[in-house]
């Protein structure tokens, strides 16, 4: 019986074991196969950006004049950098990117987080119908997140017949194809899909700085937040290969960007659906060793994936920012649980203790949602106290709103206006008491400033940004722009710096 039981336990740990050789094969082959498939698309857009190229060429030199351009984003650091692919795509193409939506191209991308978001891009199409009864061959294209709710898709549809293109957040690498296609047919282009597993590397890019700009690393989410709508709208996670991202960072850094920002809606999450799995702590280190990239930010981190591996590489790192962006939402443990964010007040609490202890002088910030279904003035209290308990640098508060397609709109008890926006209120001066406290730490010290701009409301003055994202203003010259300096902060004013710019 033993010989029996020791034969049937090696042959199944054998079994267990080329079962899953077998599944890391078929994974291998999988990714290689999707490699090639997003290679080959890479090839088909440039050969369609250069085929377009030349035919625009041809009509500016009929007409002598260039056709222009106009971006319109909504929402995040991932539309953000949406739009700067969707510049790097035009501008190659051969357009000219002008500050008005009087443009011969005007393209939304769009944000679907809250209702309001919407209402304004149906706002501003209302204003470009004019533009376009009065500029004949105007091209107007919406994308992103917004354009993957069905329903809002076919409001357009109905009600503003005049928009030329429609695509959503998966393909934006299409553009020039979708372009393309709207040319040669004269009719309205709808391509969404639902969700997809490619990332097509090597197109064109338009950065709005110079010397920083966003880094994708990953693609979607996993989450479902009960309130949130970004799984649905950006789909599935998909992280980037680490070469991949290591070869952007490397270029860039080669181009003469000093910072960089890593991108994902849940950075923590970053490799775990690789074939050869690595952490977002151990991506952070490979960063760190490439020469020229002067500083590392990212955004943004779930709290209940934040690792102890990845606090103690930033507490070592002489690269990445003193500012760690943590959303709460919620201080009640009651209310997280319906949320589906995984982790409690408790633990949320035990995480900011930890990295604090590592890293003292860290600046904390989050996102708040005021008014979710079923809160109560004791639920909304304890929010009040992790607020107090963290002394949070700075927050983003927002009063819930309804997402359609997401559990929580669906939800009884919900919580009538009034209530929600007198909260609102309370919450949001307990915030900027806490920001005033914290910001004056700097106070009369020298800290590295990376020079960012000149002052949009005093041209004498430079404007740049502390590790801990923190901005400063001090008298310089625009020459300074892009590089990073030493700034005696001389004053604080609750939410940003007055400083002097030290002499080498």
Known sequence: TGVWQHDNIALALWLLFTGECERIETR???????????QLETIKQQKIIEELRKSYKTEEERSGKK???????????????????????????GYVE????????????????????????????????????????????????????????ENIKKKYRFVDIIFGTHNIFKLAELLQTRLLSDRVVIDLWKDTDMIVEDLPSDRKFSFKTGVNIMYGCNNFCSYCIVPYVRGRERSRNPEDIIAEVKALAAD??????????????????????????QL???????????RIRFMTSHPKDLSQELIDVMKDSTKICRHLHLPLQSGSTRLLKIMNRRYTKESYLDLVERIRTAMPDISLTTDIIVGFPGETEEDFLETMDVVRKVGYESAFTF??????????????????????????DRLLKLVQECSAKAAGREEHTVQKVLVEEVNAQDPTLLTGRLSNNLLVHFEGDK??????????????KGFYYMGRLLEK
Not at 70 to 86: A, L, P
Not at 284 to 294: A, Q, T, V
């Open 399 to 424: 009063l819930y709103s309804k997402r359609t397609g997401t559990p929580a709109a669906a939800m009884e008890n919900q919580v009538e206006e009034t209530v929600a926006k007198e909260r609102f």
């Open 284 to 294: 952070l280190k490979e960063i760190e060793k490439i020469d020229g990239i002067e």
């Open 98 to 153: 002008t500050d008005s939506e009087d443009a011969d191209f005007v393209l939304y991308n769009t944000c679907t987080v809250r209702e309001n978001a919407n209402n304004k891009v149906y706002g501003h199409l209302g204003y470009a119908k004019k533009l376009k009864e009065n500029r004949p061959g105007m091209l107007i294209a919406l994308c992103g997140c917004m354009m993957q709710e069905p329903e809002a898709v």
């Open 28 to 38: 291998k082959t999988m990714d290689k196969r999707n490699t090639d498939v997003n």
């Open 67 to 93: 056709k222009t351009y106009h971006i319109v984003t909504f929402g995040c650091q991932m539309n953000s950098r949406d739009s700067e692919k969707i510049s790097g795509i035009l501008k190659q193409i």
């Open 256 to 281: 003469g960007v000093v910072e960089i920002m890593l991108l994902g809606q849940n950075v923590n999450s970053y490799g775990k659906n690789l074939t050869n799995p690595i952490s977002f702590a």
């Open 479 to 492: 020459g300074l722009i892009g590089k990073i300096v030493e700034v005696y902060l001389e004053e604080s």
